[in-house]
Nanobody
């Protein structure tokens, strides 16, 4: 069993930056892909970014490409999402997820573990 805890959310002005972290506990992640999703009020949860265990492959939603960077520190069992040039439409609850498979996917149903989420609010 893996427990995921997100942190780093908050309120920021448009154009600003935030760095989200996802700490995993329960077991050491190995050969697990990690993803970030978000859910805005009144909308369905959507894919944001994903990364393989080695960090050698990443994939981003078009809406965040060039602004967000996903990374991970396997020695610390932590994943990160650096968010720059934030826009009001980035406002959402952000979730990290882990998949017991090292293949990247945008499909949330293929992730095995989820965190509780952290709120990101971008003011205009």
């Amino acid at each position: 069993q893996v427990e995921l805890v997100e942190s780093g959310g908050g309120l920021v002005q448009a154009g600003g930056s935030l760095r989200l972290s996802c700490a995993a506990s329960g077991r050491t992640l190995s050969s697990d892909a990690m993803g970030w999703f978000r859910q805005a009020p009144g909308k369905e949860r959507e894919f944001v970014a994903a990364i393989t265990w080695s960090g050698g492959s990443t994939y981003y939603a078009d809406s965040v490409k060039g602004r967000f960077t996903i990374s991970r520190d396997n020695a610390k069992n932590v994943g990160n999402l650096q968010m720059n040039s934030l826009k009001p439409e980035d406002t959402a609850v952000y979730y990290c997820a882990v998949r017991k498979n090292n293949r990247l996917t945008t499909r949330e149903g293929l992730y095995d573990y989820w965190g509780q989420g952290t709120q990101v609010t971008v003011s205009s």
